[in-house]
């Protein structure tokens, strides 16, 4: 059932109007600066055979109805990676994509059913060089609307200083006294006991049906994720394998993958990888997903043919989400992401805070 949604109200949107017209100049220099550094924008379908691949994203679902009556199952897409990555694929070197994503039961201070991502990939260049591209891009947000630090509730953090960089391994001994790395092999196999038995020993709750992934989380967000991007922004770098689908492993150890995510006043506003590019293990990291999805929900998602077949193709690379309404947020000082979102998507009973 509907609730009233108020953002069209003079007096809210007068509220809400200073937000949003930072959200366009913002917008407008991060063109600016992927233009300078040679990134042709691309627009990708939100409707695809498969929303994405991770366990605990949720899609909003459709159906095509052709001429003879018959229906094809469809997803709005929660990323464009799978479009981004095919255009790889067909020859584009340097792309970036203002996407519209949607991601199920998610709705709150930081989330939105409805959001804008910017993603953008380069081909035959490091990830490292995306830890650049993102440092520089925080500190055109804030100076693109004379903020001298990026703030939330409370909350503050420098975009001129250049990013710490963590890895997960380290900051799980940093806040937590856990030798992460302890529970997991050469392979990349987890060993649940043994984490099990580290987060019990750091006084953190553990459920005996708790999976190794169950237990990572639960010190990301208890422990970790609260003390990232204090001061400075924070890069959290080299992820497990087993908690980077999409990422290939770093030359330097197996167990760890080319995975970052950015943080800033201990809010999540990036995600990128050194793109995996072997068809056959996507496929298999792709499985696993899908039957912890079953596990947990009840329900799967299909793979993508045809993206599968296109990796088989797809040159070295790598690529970056950025959550672009968040980053407004940061730099305007919103509080809230609705309040940097022109056409908040209307709450229902259930969703009303």
Known sequence: MPVASPWWSPDVHADRRGFLLGRNRIQAALRGYLGEHDF??????????????????H????EAIHHDGS????????????????????????????AHVYR?????????????????????????????DAADMLALAAETVGAKQLTWRGRHSDPFLKPERLS???????????DLLASVDSTGATDRAHLAASLKAAGLRVAEDDTWADL????????????????????????????????????????V??????????VELANAFG???????????????MVEKQRVYGETYPLDEDFLSALKIMPEASGIALGFDRLVMLATGATRIDQVIWAPVPETAGEAR
């Not at 997960?168 to 856990?178: D, N, P, S, Y």
């Not at 793109?275 to 997903?289: I, K, N």
């Open 71 to 98: 229906r094809t199952p469809l997803y709005l897409h929660t990323s464009p990676e799978f479009a981004c990555k095919k255009l790889l694929s067909a020859g584009e070197r340097r792309i970036a994509c203002f």
């Open 59 to 62: 899609a909003f679902a459709t």
């Open 275 to 289: 793109e995996l590019t072997d068809a056959e293990e996507q496929r298999r990291r792709f499985g696993a997903e």
């Open 216 to 255: 990572f989380s639960r010190v990301i967000v208890e422990k970790v994720e609260p003390n990232l991007g204090f001061g400075r922004a924070t890069i959290l770098d080299e992820y497990p394998v087993a908690e980077a689908a999409l990422a290939r492993p770093t030359a330097r150890d197996p167990r």
């Open 104 to 132: 199920n039961r998610e709705r709150g201070p930081l989330h939105h059913p409805e959001f804008t991502m910017l993603e953008w990939y380069r081909v035959g260049e490091g990830y490292e060089t995306l830890m650049r």
């Open 168 to 178: 997960v391994a380290e900051a799980f001994q940093r806040f937590a006294g856990i």
């Open 257 to 266: 993958a080319e995975r970052f995510e950015l943080y800033a006043c201990g």
């Open 40 to 57: 042709i924008e691309v627009d990708t379908a939100t409707l695809q055979i498969s929303p994405g691949n991770e366990a605990h994203l």
